[in-house]
């Protein structure tokens, strides 16, 4: 309904310089996937870490974390997630099951970018 809402204000063009930023809730996924088929569609890495946290403990892969959130080339990135890998097998598969377009600035398309974090 919300999402109906915004659209009627909106409109829908045929190309949005717009990023949605979610939880990852899978309701909202699906809405925006419908709704807006051509926005792009990123996760809040602060919402990826409050659940990664939960298995994955420790300052170390805390840090690792968001140094490959914040990484600014594909390389860093592949630095940083190698490091996971080494520190801990099962974290690095919790990430790895996360598109790196949706969470990594290094994945992130020039359509629309941001200094915010």
């Not at 403990?57 to 490959?68: H, I, N, P, Q, T």
């Amino acid at each position: 309904m919300v999402f109906e809402n915004f659209t009627n204000d909106i409109g829908r063009p045929k190309e949005f310089q717009l990023i949605f930023i979610s939880d990852r809730q899978k309701g909202l996924i699906h809405a925006i996937e419908t709704l807006f088929p051509t926005v792009e569609h990123r996760y809040c890495v602060k919402h990826i870490y409050n659940t990664f946290k939960v298995d994955h403990k420790g300052l170390e892969l805390k840090d690792a974390l968001w140094r490959c959130a914040t990484a600014t080339t594909v390389r860093e990135f592949e630095k940083c997630i190698q490091y996971i890998k080494d520190l801990d097998e099962n974290a690095y598969e919790y990430l790895a099951n996360i598109a790196p377009a949706q969470w990594t600035r290094s994945h992130f398309t020039f359509r629309a970018l941001t200094d915010c974090w």
